[in-house]
């Protein structure tokens, strides 16, 4: 069975099972989501950045798991931030450093 066939059945399944509860507020409901989709879509202005290609490379690979275009992923991240409903991950392994990063000494 393909991945689509499998998460129609669970959804089924979740349905059958009764965890799928009414929306109080329909109509807000859906205006919310509308509104939010057609931000998401407005895009009217370019932006040139500069990122690491590790970073790079990071981002694409989180956006092929995705199934997004990378650029699409990285505009929703942004979003996400600027509309206060990005959070950051609990227990989260890093392997990076907890101490302050040191500056440089010129050359």
């Known amino acids: 069975m393909n991945d689509e066939g499998q998460l129609e059945?669970?959804?089924f399944a979740s349905f059958e099972r009764g965890e799928w509860k009414p929306v109080r507020n329909q109509k807000g409901e859906i205006a919310r989501?509308?509104?939010?989709?057609?931000?998401?879509?407005?895009?009217?202005k370019r932006?040139?950045?500069?990122i690491s290609s590790r970073d790079l490379e990071?981002?694409?690979?989180?956006a092929a798991e995705?199934?997004?275009?990378?650029?699409?992923?990285?505009a929703s991240v942004l979003h996400?931030?600027?509309?206060?409903?990005l959070v950051e991950a609990q227990n989260r392994i890093t392997?990076?450093?907890?101490?302050?990063?040191?500056?440089?000494?010129?050359a």
């Open 9 to 11: 059945q669970e959804i």
């Open 33 to 44: 989501f509308r509104a939010a989709a057609e931000a998401t879509l407005l895009k009217n």
């Open 47 to 50: 932006v040139n950045i500069r």
């Open 95 to 106: 392997t990076r450093s907890n101490r302050p990063a040191r500056k440089r000494a010129a």
């Open 58 to 62: 990071g981002l694409q690979a989180r």
């Open 80 to 85: 996400k931030f600027v509309s206060g409903r």
């Open 66 to 74: 995705e199934g997004v275009p990378y650029q699409t992923l990285m």
